[in-house]
């Protein structure tokens, strides 16, 4: 039996007078991959967020390896990393490459550990290209190595797939899976996509009327 490295119980958030869950469980096991789906503001990016610490909950408890991130939010990113699909986060006049060393040195690391990660996704192609000029795709496939930087024990993917072409994608599914058998990872993700994600997961998990079920 795989050990549980996410186990969120009792958990309420709410906006405002909109409820995003009630009263929610879950249990997500390490080494798995883990797809959330449901329908447009039905939680998805909340509850990557809760994980990671950026929100916190009304009530309720999430615990991470253990601790108890609901008392102290900094706790997450000990284990937890996060890829979201935004503009912002990097430096839109450094190039591809200048990005990943700045990064880097923050995280005392070299650009030569994570180059396993840029090959595969390759992203070598685009290191002269400032950032700022970067297709939607490229920006995708350097948040995707840039949540590996810190070498995190749980990799947190909101909707990164939704407007890349296949060849992206396929990329994108291929290192989720290397990052779960060759390095050990969790990866838990949001997709629409069910017909291409079933075979990638361990887990389906749809979030409907305010809680998780499980589908897969």
């Keep these: 039996m795989k050990n549980k490295c996410i186990i969120v119980s009792s ?13 929610a469980e879950i249990t997500i096991e390490e080494n798995t991959i883990t797809a959330l789906t ?7 990016t909340t509850f990557l967020k ?6 916190l909950p009304d009530n309720g408890k999430i615990f991470i390896y253990g601790q108890d991130i ?9 284990f937890v990393s996060f890829a979201m699909n935004t503009e912002y986060g990097f430096y839109p006049q450094l190039t591809l490459k200048e ?3 700045f990064f880097c040195k923050v995280y005392s690391k070299s650009i030569d550990e994570i180059y ?11 290191f002269n290209i400032p950032f700022s000029l970067l297709s939607s795709g490229i920006k995708t496939r350097l948040w995707i190595v840039y949540s590996l930087i810190k ?17 992206t994608k396929q990329m994108i599914y291929e290192l989720i899976k290397e990052l779960k058998t060759k390095y050990g990872l969790t990866i838990l993700f949001v997709s629409h996509d069910l017909t291409e994600i079933n075979s ?6 749809k979030i409907e009327n305010h809680k998780f079920v499980e589908i897969k």
């Design 38 to 44: 449901g329908k447009n503001s039905s939680g998805k």
């Design 116 to 126: 396993p990660f840029i090959d595969k996704l390759n992203l070598q192609n685009f």
């Design 11 to 23: 958990l309420s958030k709410n906006f405002g007078k909109l409820t995003v869950f009630s009263n």
């Design 151 to 167: 070498n995190p024990k749980i990799i947190l993917i909101d909707e990164l797939t939704k407007s890349v072409d296949f060849e």
């Design 70 to 78: 609901t008392t102290n939010r900094s706790l997450s990113k000990k």
């Design 99 to 101: 990005n990943l060393i």
């Design 200 to 205: 990638l997961c361990d887990h389906l998990i």
């Design 50 to 55: 809760l994980i990671s610490g950026f929100l």
